[in-house]
């Protein structure tokens, strides 16, 4: 897989989508990057070259929730050819709804493979001095988000160009009912009825990937989970309805082949 260029293609009529772009394209790269402004009517009967290899960051404001009717006519004459796709809506700090997912599959009903997505907020274009509304943004602090989202993108653009991607995770799960209940319908090894009161897991996942193409990814991960409560977890329990203290430090290899398509 190998990506020649990064291109924004955009329709922004006050902007601020343009902007919230150009700062994700700078975390993903140091170069020029070019512009496809759909905006104007003028520009959008341009013809637009089909894509193919290339990285696409694909941008809209929300309007009612949803895309813009103007920018779906003007992106419906775009062809790619699974083309890595970003796409991205902006909003003016109320909510943007089913924009996103709109625009994702639109995406993928014109040729592009999205490979990562975002909604940021963005000054609402009905924002005055008097009804301020996201006013000034996107600020200092969302163009940091914006580059170090495309930070991100460029650790998946080159992990995808070379076909291995290295991942670790952490996470924790806290559970505390505040005071001991009795799980219904369990008894322990001595035949008494089982009580908890909380739980609290931590699970470490190291993963590799290989992308075999565009359509083809294997991906091995090795979790190891930790549970505070050892009537808590994945061998606590045996038969229907016998809970018995299990182990507390679980290993597990998880392997998935996924296509896209
Ligand atoms: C007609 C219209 C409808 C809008 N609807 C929403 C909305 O549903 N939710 C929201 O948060 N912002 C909404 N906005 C605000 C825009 O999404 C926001 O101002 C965006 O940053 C504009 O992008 P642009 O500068 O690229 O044109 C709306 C703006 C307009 C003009």
């Given at each position: 897989?190998?990506?020649?260029?990064?291109?924004?293609?955009?329709f922004?009529?006050?902007?601020?989508?343009?902007?919230?772009?150009?700062?994700?394209?700078?975390?993903?790269?140091?170069?020029?990057?070019?512009?496809i402004?759909l905006?104007?009517?003028?520009?959008?009967?341009k013809?637009?070259?089909?894509?193919?290899?290339?990285?696409?960051l694909?941008?809209?404001?929300?309007?009612?929730?949803?895309?813009?009717?103007?920018?779906?006519?003007?992106?419906?004459?775009?062809?790619?050819?699974?083309t890595?796709?970003?796409?991205?809506?902006v909003y003016?700090?109320?909510?943007?709804e089913?924009a996103?997912?709109?625009?994702?599959n639109?995406?993928?009903?014109?040729?592009?493979?999205?490979?990562?997505?975002?909604?940021?907020?963005?000054?609402?274009?009905f924002?005055?001095?008097?009804a301020?509304?996201?006013?000034?943004?996107?600020?200092s602090?969302?163009?940091?988000?914006?580059?170090?989202?495309?930070?991100k993108?460029k650790?998946?653009?080159?992990?995808?160009e070379?076909?291995?991607?290295?991942?670790a995770r952490?996470?924790?799960?806290?559970?505390?009912?505040?005071?001991?209940?009795?799980?219904t319908?369990?008894?322990?090894?001595?035949?008494n009825?089982?009580t908890?009161?909380?739980?609290?897991?931590?699970?470490?996942?190291?993963?590799?990937?290989?992308?075999?193409?565009?359509?083809?990814?294997?991906?091995?991960n090795?979790?190891?989970?930790?549970?505070?409560?050892?009537?808590l977890?994945?061998?606590?329990?045996?038969g229907?309805?016998?809970?018995?203290?299990?182990?507390?430090?679980?290993?597990?290899?998880?392997?998935?082949?996924?296509?896209?398509?």
């Amino acid at each position: 897989m190998n990506i020649k260029q990064v291109k924004l293609i955009y329709f922004s009529p006050t902007g601020t989508t343009q902007k919230v772009l150009e700062s994700i394209a700078q975390g993903i790269t140091d170069e020029v990057v070019e512009h496809i402004n759909l905006t104007r009517p003028d520009n959008a009967q341009k013809p637009i070259p089909p894509f193919s290899d290339e990285l696409i960051l694909i941008g809209a404001p929300v309007y009612g929730g949803r895309l813009p009717v103007d920018a779906i006519n003007r992106f419906k004459q775009i062809k790619a050819s699974k083309t890595l796709a970003i796409p991205i809506v902006v909003y003016g700090n109320r909510e943007f709804e089913d924009a996103l997912l709109e625009l994702k599959n639109l995406a993928i009903d014109l040729g592009f493979h999205p490979v990562a997505g975002a909604a940021f907020i963005g000054e609402h274009s009905f924002a005055t001095k008097d009804a301020p509304i996201a006013n000034g943004r996107p600020d200092s602090l969302d163009v940091q988000k914006a580059k170090a989202f495309g930070a991100k993108i460029k650790e998946k653009k080159i992990g995808m160009e070379s076909g291995w991607e290295l991942a670790a995770r952490y996470e924790e799960i806290r559970v505390d009912a505040q005071k001991p209940f009795q799980l219904t319908g369990f008894i322990d090894i001595n035949g008494n009825p089982v009580t908890v009161e909380d739980n609290f897991v931590r699970t470490l996942t190291l993963g590799v990937n290989k992308y075999i193409n565009y359509n083809v990814k294997f991906q091995v991960n090795y979790e190891h989970d930790w549970y505070d409560n050892s009537f808590l977890t994945p061998t606590s329990r045996t038969g229907d309805n016998l809970l018995e203290s299990g182990d507390v430090s679980v290993d597990k290899v998880l392997m998935r082949m996924q296509l896209f398509f």
